[in-house]
């Protein structure tokens, strides 16, 4: 006799992904924080248009609702909490695979960044893209990176997938 599984496979397929962004965001942010102390040296130069700079973001998307206070701080922390819950229920409801891998990338990464502002007070970015002087993105990290990447999905999806069928 066989055991029914506890999630269903879309389920276990969105959580495991979340699971691995936020496990991969942590031990980068691990990596570029402790051994090699980038907010001590606060720049290392990778390639000629990829640089590892040290950036403390207060707060969320492009620095904005920035928590100048330790209550503020724990604001953002619940507001973003509840912005993923929100996420998660939508991840957890949804059954084309497409919009749970979007989801599953917008959760993770906004749990990796909860980590980081509940543990340190504000999030580890650190990966700069440039063309010699010109930036033309914000110093970021994976979690950023896949919530976008998450988000883009989700439009594209809206954009170009027709209507579900009922």
């Given at each position: 006799?066989?055991?029914?599984?506890?999630?269903?496979?879309?389920?276990?397929?969105g959580l495991g992904i979340a699971a691995l962004i936020v496990g991969l965001d942590q031990l980068i942010k691990w990596i570029v924080t402790v051994p090699l102390q980038l907010e001590r040296v606060r720049?290392?130069?990778i390639l000629?248009?990829?640089?590892?700079?040290w950036v403390q973001n207060f707060g969320v998307s492009f620095g904005m609702l920035s928590a100048d206070s330790d209550?503020?701080?724990?604001?953002?922390?619940?507001?973003?909490?509840?912005?993923?819950?929100?996420?998660?229920?939508?991840?957890w409801r949804e059954q084309a695979k497409g919009e749970v891998l979007a989801?599953?990338?917008?959760?993770?990464?906004?749990i990796g960044n909860i980590i980081d502002?509940?543990?340190?007070?504000?999030?580890?970015d650190y990966a700069d893209l440039h063309i010699g002087e010109f930036r033309p993105f914000?110093?970021?990290?994976?979690?950023?990176a896949?919530?976008?990447i998450g988000v883009l999905l989700l439009v594209a999806r809206a954009l170009l997938v027709g209507e579900k069928k009922a």
């Open positions: 006799m066989t055991t029914p599984d506890i999630l269903p496979n879309h389920r276990r397929f720049n290392i130069e000629p248009f990829f640089d590892l700079t209550g503020q701080r724990w604001l953002l922390v619940a507001f973003t909490a509840v912005v993923a819950g929100g996420v998660g229920f939508w991840m989801l599953s990338l917008v959760l993770g990464g906004a502002r509940a543990r340190v007070g504000y999030v580890i914000l110093v970021f990290n994976v979690a950023d896949c919530i976008t």
